[in-house]
T-cell receptor, first 113, second 109 residues
Framework: DAEITQSPRHKITETGRQVTLACHQT?????MFWYRQDLGHGLRLIHY???????NKGEVSDGYSVSRSNTEDLPLTLESAASSQTSVYFC????????????FGPGTRLLVL | KQEVTQIPAALSVPEGENLVLNCSFT??????LQWFRQDPGKGLTSLLL?????REQTSGRLNASLDKSSGRSTLYIAASQPGDSATYLC????????FGTGTRLTIIP
């Protein structure tokens, strides 16, 4: 079955370190998204991509970057981790723009000490 | 900027009751309105998607309605079951979704 996976599922890192969270989908979807979920804020969009080599900033993109070298993967990089980036990160994908629902991965719980 | 609100933040009801979850949005020019379910420690599962030209969508015991003029959507759950216990989130938008903070629903056996 097609799916969307995230790794690692849990990560502890130190302030200032670079961290990369992986997202892989096997639906061959063009659209991929990264969100963070924090208590009291709901899910907020970090970055998104509509296809290979396309990336766009979302609502809370400062301190994060993404790259899209193929259809299946959209890794999220924290350039220099900060305690404010402690959160649960979700990756999602969707197909036909504007019509299809988004399918979410299981999430990565990140703790920055 | 679109803002999405879900009230109440938590709701408990006895098993078997019908219930309604509320979602309000500030920009009536939305494209889609989606309802998701999130179980503790898990990702989001899509329940229903209502396109802007539609008024409602149904799936089994779930019915979602959309009233753009009033900026409201409701998720109706019929004959609630303990397995319905979860957090329910609504989200407005096209591709770039704006989420509410969710309603944590507990069905009491």
């Amino acid at each position: 079955d097609a799916e969307i996976t995230q790794s690692p599922r849990h990560k502890i890192t130190e302030t200032g370190r670079q961290v990369t969270l992986a997202c892989h989908q096997t639906w061959n979807h063009n659209n991929m998204f990264w969100y963070r979920q924090d208590l009291g804020h709901g899910l907020r969009l970090i970055h998104y991509s509509y296809g290979v080599h396309d990336t766009n900033k979302g609502e809370v993109s400062d301190g994060y970057s993404v790259s899209r070298s193929n259809t299946e993967d959209l890794p999220l990089t924290l350039e220099s981790a900060a305690s404010s980036q402690t959160s649960v990160y979700f990756c999602a994908s969707s197909d036909d723009p504007g019509r299809e629902t988004q399918y979410f991965g299981p999430g990565t719980r990140l703790l920055v000490l | 900027k679109q803002e999405v609100t879900q009230i109440p933040a938590a709701l408990s009801v006895p098993e078997g009751e019908n219930l309604v979850l509320n979602c309000s949005f500030t920009d009536s020019a939305i494209y889609n309105l989606q309802w998701f379910r999130q179980d503790p420690g898990k990702g989001l599962t899509s329940l229903l998607l209502i396109q802007s030209s539609q008024r409602e969508q149904t799936s089994g015991r779930l019915n979602a309605s959309l009233d753009k003029s009033s900026g409201r959507s409701t998720l109706y759950i019929a004959a609630s079951q303990p397995g319905d216990s979860a957090t329910y989130l609504c989200a407005a938008g096209r591709e770039k979704l704006t989420f509410g903070t969710g309603t944590r629903l507990t069905i009491i056996p």
